[in-house]
């Protein structure tokens, strides 16, 4: 256990000078932008935009805007969108991650379920019917944007059918379903092509034949070594996405009028809104990199020939 | 005995319980919409249309616009007294008007509300709306806020003072700029104030409730304490912001809303259908012309556009009606001339096209003999055009079209079309150095804010058009003409008539905003001037 120490704490160093260069990257760039922060900037005059630059800060010199910022963000202090009148970051990420994140989880967990079963079922039936149905699925999932999947989901089960809301975050876990699934095609699809492409290597290997020399039943043998040894690069994948997934989709969250984050990340860079800018690079930053990390202790927990240095 | 207690109290329960729903059941709510995410809820900082509609159900005007845009008094009790210099206005304010929080609404409440607008501290990003003495001042921090021209002689009495007299000053009135904000409740509220529901006080019909300062659907609750409660109809407003317009059409169409707004792909399905709403606005879209970008940046590669051959060739060699009924399928309406029709009347209740006449019309035969002629001017066989447009949907589509349009029309001409985002397009504009870019001009009340855009000394003058005769006239109507409104209307004629005569800019077209609304709905006001596009507050439902 000792020797874990010193490579997490080494890990969670480079975590943090990642973030650091981020930060520092972000902040500068963004001050290339060409435009203001300020949405009515077409009818402002000199004088009123003279104000609000003292009053936000942004006529001090690049530099000590700078050292600031991180200091504030040291305190827990995000400060405040200029496309929310004054709202402060921390509230408007706060109240609308929720949404984004609880439908992220829940399209990886179900996406991911459905797609490893049916990249088993490809596996175990490979090139027959089934393999070819499931494998049809795993390419028409990736190819199909997310949006035109929701557009058809609402149509079908919200308008057509009438059996789920058209849109809107107010019944609860009915509200979450269609989104959900509409962003759960990528997982699936995703998990579905990984299990059939490994397990059809590992349902081949010597092992799985003396399993079955032995007398293994065939679902034994998918489950018990088969999934067991596919699932490993899985997790590589599974990290990113889930993190992508959790950070909101513009357009999904838009079709179904979901209060996600979606949308900040793209309308903050458009509308120059800095404080959002960096605050939702820091959350996606953060995020990512505390999920490589922990993909990275996981895989050596599962897999034996990932070892931390020093390790039999 | 425990026994019939236990049955007696179960049975009021469930009594008290199909009471209440038989009550919840007679509320009356409308379920309306936002047209998008709102920039502040703060009735002293609004500054675009979707703020200044989410604000207008609980911020109470001094006066209402009806369907004409004639001001009917309101919160002030009649329309007000205005000195024969124009200069002072006085507003008497209602004795009986109270906030939804039971505290009465006093004139002082006006007052602090205009200096909260320039006030250098409160830092608001809203645009002058009437000529109040010293505010120039008061926003560069120059004079003392309480200098400002605003005062209150009592509690029912508010006293205004202008630099110049202003024609449209009772229109502009009925702003929610000038709708009371309690200065002890916003000293309570602190950085809070109008940051949520709870922080804010409303003083119209209604009041809001669960806005969170991110939220996208809330409610306006009925003011228990308005003073005219017993024409405002519903308890209830929910509303809604819905950013896809499929989306918004199928809640419509569902029956969950009683109102969206609607793209100008989905208009042509309702064709002649009840519900269908047009509401022209005061959206011009122009073809703007960097006329002396090489003034300004002696290494500018051309300097064509100063050519007003070339100018007028652009200005005349557009087909508007095809425009806007093949590109806008028929969501907006050629313009006239560079002032939009609807802003204001003539002084014998004319309208802008009526008075001023068609000036921006399509002459393709002169277009071309106009290019011709610049092109042997200029010394050259063709030339090439910049023009330079935002990534939306609509600039991506009417950028389009101009350049197959003029590519057309005017043989020799070729349009580079750049669609870049919008602060891009901006600091082109602003750095002055452009050919051709789409741009485009929303006035709230007084015609003159139009040509004020080609004046010399305005900052937004892209073109940078130098005109002295342009800035006398701009002068003139700003500073001179208050009192006479012939004299006023005859100097906005000539400056409309300049800057056609002189091909300053393209005017393209004047938008116009269309609504599906539930045809039950009755009394409801559409609105083309100020910030809101309807005034719902009276309105009802036909039963």
């Known amino acids: 256990m000792n020797r874990w120490i010193p490579y997490i704490a080494k890990r969670l160093f480079y975590m943090a000078l990642t973030l650091f260069i981020i930060i520092t990257a972000t902040f500068f760039l963004m001050n290339f932008l060409p435009g203001t922060p300020f949405n009515n900037q077409d009818r402002l005059s000199a004088s009123q935009l003279e104000m609000l630059n003292k009053k936000y800060g942004f006529d001090q010199p690049l530099f000590s805007r700078y050292l600031n910022y991180l200091g504030n963000i040291l305190h827990g202090d995000f400060g405040i969108s200029l496309q929310f009148s ?54 028409t999932g990736r190819s199909v944007p997310n949006f035109v999947v929701a557009v058809l989901l609402q149509y079908l089960f919200a308008i057509t059918l009438k059996w789920l809301p058209i849109g809107l975050w107010d019944e609860g876990f009915r509200s979450t379903i269609l989104p959900t699934l509409a962003l759960s095609i990528s997982p699936m699809a995703e998990s579905c092509r990984f299990i059939r492409t490994e397990m059809v290597e590992v349902l081949s290997s ?7 020399a032995k007398g293994m039943s065939e679902i034994r043998i998918a489950f018990s070594h088969g999934l067991r040894n596919a699932l490993i690069p899985l997790i590589t994948v599974l990290g990113p996405m889930t993190v992508s997934l959790m950070t909101g989709s ?33 959350l996606f930053s953060a995020l990512l990199v505390t999920v490589i990390f922990l993909t990275d202790i996981l895989y050596q927990l599962i897999d034996p020939r990932v070892r931390v240095e020093g390790q039999a | 005995m425990k026994k019939i207690l236990s049955l007696a109290l179960t049975l009021a329960l469930i009594l008290s319980l199909v009471s209440f729903a038989s009550v919840e059941e007679e509320k009356k709510v409308l379920n309306w919409f936002i047209g998008g995410e709102v920039t502040t809820l703060d009735t002293t900082k609004t500054y675009d249309t979707i703020s200044g509609e989410a604000v207008f159900y609980f911020a109470d005007t001094l006066y209402r616009l009806d369907q004409n845009a004639d001001p009917i008094p309101n919160l002030a009790v009649a329309l007000p007294e205005i000195s024969e210099d ?119 019909p209604f009041y809001i409730d669960g806005w ?99 100018r007028k060739a652009l200005l005349y060699g557009i087909d508007r009606e095809e425009l806007v009924r093949d590109v806008l399928n028929g969501t907006a309406a050629p313009t006239v001339g560079i002032i939009p029709n609807g802003i204001a009347a003539s002084p014998t209740g004319e309208s802008v096209a009526e008075s001023f006449g ?96 080609f004046e010399t000394s305005y900052a937004h003058n892209h073109g940078q058009w130098k005109s002295e005769e342009l800035t006398e006239l701009i002068n003139k109507l700003n500073f001179e003409d208050g009192t006479d409104y012939e004299a006023r209307w005859e100097h906005l004629r000539q400056a409309n008539q300049y800057l056609i005569d002189n091909a300053i800019v393209v005017p393209l077209e004047q938008a116009v905003k269309s609504y599906l609304i539930n045809p039950k709905l009755k009394n409801y006001i559409t609105l083309s001037l100020g910030y809101s596009s309807f005034d719902l507050t009276r309105a009802y439902f036909e039963e």
């Open chain 1, 86 to 139: 004054d709202q402060k970051i921390t509230t408007l990420l706060g109240q609308r991650m929720g949404p984004s994140i609880q439908l992220g989880l829940q399209a990886v967990l179900f996406g991911t379920v459905v797609g490893v079963f049916l990249g088993m079922i490809a596996a175990m039936h490979q090139n027959r019917g089934l393999d070819v149905f499931c494998s049809l699925f795993a390419i």
């Open chain 1, 206 to 212: 010597d092992y799985i034949e003396l399993a079955r």
């Open chain 1, 250 to 282: 513009l357009v999904v969250e838009n079709i179904f009028a979901v209060p996600g984050i979606g949308e900040q990340f793209t309308k903050s860079i458009l509308s120059n809104d800095y404080y959002t800018i960096m605050a939702v690079t820091i």
């Open chain 2, 86 to 204: 124009g200069l002072t206005v006085t507003v008497t304010i209602r004795d009986d008007a109270y906030y939804a929080n039971g505290e009465k609404i006093l004139a002082e409440d006006v007052v602090y509300a205009v200096q909260r607008i320039y006030d250098p501290e409160v830092a608001s990003q809203k645009t002058t709306i009437a000529p109040i003495k010293n505010a120039t001042q008061v926003r560069a921090g120059e004079v003392a806020v309480e200098e400002l021209g605003i005062q209150a002689l009592s509690d029912t009495v508010i006293e205004i003072t202008l630099e110049a007299a202003d024609p449209y000053i009772v229109k502009k009135l009925s702003d929610t700029g000038f709708s009371p904000v309690s200065k002890a409740f916003v000293a309570e509220k602190g950085e809070n104030y109008a940051l949520s529901s709870d922080a804010l006080l409303g003083s119209g």
């Open chain 2, 212 to 310: 969170t300062g991110t939220e996208l659907s809330w409610k306006y609750i009925k003011n228990p304490y308005y003073w005219d409660k017993d024409n405002v109809y519903f308890d209830e407003i929910n509303v809604l912001i819905v950013k896809d317009a499929n989306t918004f059409l199928n809640l419509y169409e569902a029956g969950q809303l009683d109102g969206v707004s609607l793209t100008s792909d989905f208009v042509p399905l309702y064709e002649g259908d009840e519900a269908l709403v047009d509401v022209p606005t005061l959206r011009m879209t122009n073809l703007e012309l960097g006329i002396n970008s090489v003034e300004v940046n002696p290494d500018y590669p051309h300097n064509y556009l100063q050519n007003i051959n070339i």
């Open chain 2, 358 to 453: 068609n000036l921006t019309y399509f002459d393709l035969e002169a277009a071309q003999n106009y290019f011709k002629t610049g092109l042997e001017e200029l010394g050259v066989e063709g030339i090439t055009l910049r023009l330079v447009t935002s990534d939306t949907d609509e600039s991506i589509k009417i950028g389009t079209y101009l350049q197959s349009a003029y590519q057309t029309n005017l043989p020799g001409l070729t349009i580079d079309l750049a669609n870049v985002p919008s602060s891009v397009r901006f600091d082109e504009m602003m750095a002055y150095q452009f050919d051709l870019a789409l741009g485009g001009w929303t006035g709230e009340y007084d015609p003159t804010s139009y040509p004020n855009q």
